[in-house]
């Protein structure tokens, strides 16, 4: 009998609430944020490619699991208890996976990976979110891509993606807006298309 009030006692005793900023706080501890990813964009992703990459295959492998999960833990907050701001670390887990499937030579994959992490930006998630991070993230992914598309030879698209991270600057952001204009010009200059090049 008193077996059975025990247990009768602690279905009965209310469990202490989910705290969603708890929720954040685990998700960031696995986020590229704060363990920071093998391999990201720039030199790290073509370095891979060669017969002595600068990171062991697994170690990407292993990694792309754990943004992946990082993500989906993301993912399961509930937004309405967190004051914090945290888009920008999922986008950045969209970031992280696709230069690490680059770096693994899974281009589809990789490619399918931008388009979803645009789809997610254009969704409009209910998220909180510095000013500005959205259309931060939107020019980055196009500049991934495009340097992407440079990479493996595909100049006309390389160019519509750096054409696109160009109108996604905002014209405050006079540096950035240089160097993509310099970008474009480069790669019809590679092309021969010198008149817009010029341009």
Do not use: K
């Not at 006692?9 to 704060?34: F, G, I, N, T």
């Not at 017969?51 to 699991?65: I, N, Q």
């Not at 388009?115 to 998220?127: C, G, K, Q, T, V």
């Amino acid at each position: 009998m008193l077996v059975v009030l025990l247990a009768t006692s602690l279905l009965v005793v209310p469990s202490s609430p989910v705290d969603a900023a708890d929720d954040l706080d685990a998700c960031l501890r696995q986020a590229p944020v704060q363990s920071p990813p093998p391999i990201n964009w720039g030199e790290g992703v073509p370095q891979m490619w060669s017969r002595t990459p600068p990171v062991p295959r697994d170690t990407v492998r292993a990694y792309l699991s754990q943004v992946r999960a990082a993500r989906a833990c993301f993912r399961t907050v509930d937004p309405s208890g967190v004051e914090r701001t945290y888009l920008g670390n999922i986008m950045r887990t969209f970031q992280v996976e696709t230069a690490l499937l680059a770096a693994l030579r899974r281009f589809a994959d990789a490619f399918e990976t931008f388009e979803d992490a645009r789809a997610y930006l254009e969704s409009a998630p209910d998220i909180p979110s510095a000013d500005g991070t959205r259309t931060g993230w939107i020019r980055a992914l196009h500049q991934d891509q495009g340097f992407l598309h440079f990479r493996i030879g595909n100049l006309s698209a390389s160019i519509t993606h750096y054409s696109a991270a160009l109108r996604s600057t905002s014209e405050h952001e006079v540096g950035l807006r240089v160097t993509h204009l310099l970008d474009v010009g480069l790669l019809h200059q590679y092309t021969q298309d010198y008149q817009s090049a010029r341009r």
